[in-house]
């Protein structure tokens, strides 16, 4: 849905539970984005319920929620944002989403497939952080392998070839071509990585603006 031109995507935001209900029923949406705090914790999961025994058996659920929130125990089928998050960020989850396989829903199976060319590794490190996610993503270049795991949203794991822990990370933060993929529900007990994974992140795009400055400099001179 979201790869299609603006104009042929049909987007219906509510704030009444009651009209939810009635257009749910009528348009059978493909996903489901809900921001708990405006809608209720209790009403959502009674939204939910009636919603997934009914007429909407087969859409997608995106919960929008805060720390504060305590949304725990969700059903497995419904995926997970933690704010804040940017629009981007929102439409990247919900991309992900939508081109999961049918068994990939919620925490279990392989999900999103790609190139570091479409998908930034940076935005997808953020998507799984926001969305408490666990899982592996593996990335490849040619030969070369790496693998990192996130274990409800934190990053626990990196390797590349026998390169581990934060300098993996690192390493594998500047490729720019590659492929990847994420496998939901993967946990590993090599735990090489204990830093906050946001704080990471922001460094390796430090360390890449420092290096794109670095070369710069070095082509002026030269």
Known sequence: ?????????????????????DIVKRRRPDI?????EPFGLEA??????VARKTFCSEAHFLVLA???????????????MVKPFSADQLITQMRNILFES???????????????????????????????????????RGEEKGTLYLSKG????????STMGRE??????????????IVHGQRTNNVNI?????????????AMDELEMDQKLTAEET
């Open 1 to 21: 849905m979201l790869s299609r031109p603006v104009g042929e995507i049909d987007i219906v935001q509510l704030s009444d539970s009651s009209a939810a209900f």
């Open 32 to 36: 489901i984005v809900i921001d708990i």
């Open 44 to 49: 959502f999961r009674e939204f939910y319920q």
């Open 66 to 80: 805060t720390q504060d929130d305590h949304v725990d125990n969700l059903p497995s089928d419904i995926c997970l």
């Open 102 to 140: 049918p068994s990939a829903v919620g925490n279990n199976g392989a999900g999103l497939l790609g190139k570091l060319a479409d998908f930034d590794l940076h935005d997808i490190i953020q998507i799984l952080n926001l969305g408490l996610k666990t899982a592996k993503v593996e990335i490849t």
């Open 154 to 161: 934190k990053l626990v794991h990196a390797s590349l070839g």
């Open 168 to 181: 993996a990370f690192f390493e594998l933060m500047r490729w720019k071509e590659g492929n990847f993929s």
């Open 194 to 206: 204990k830093s906050d994974t946001m704080w990471l992140v922001l460094e390796a795009a430090r």
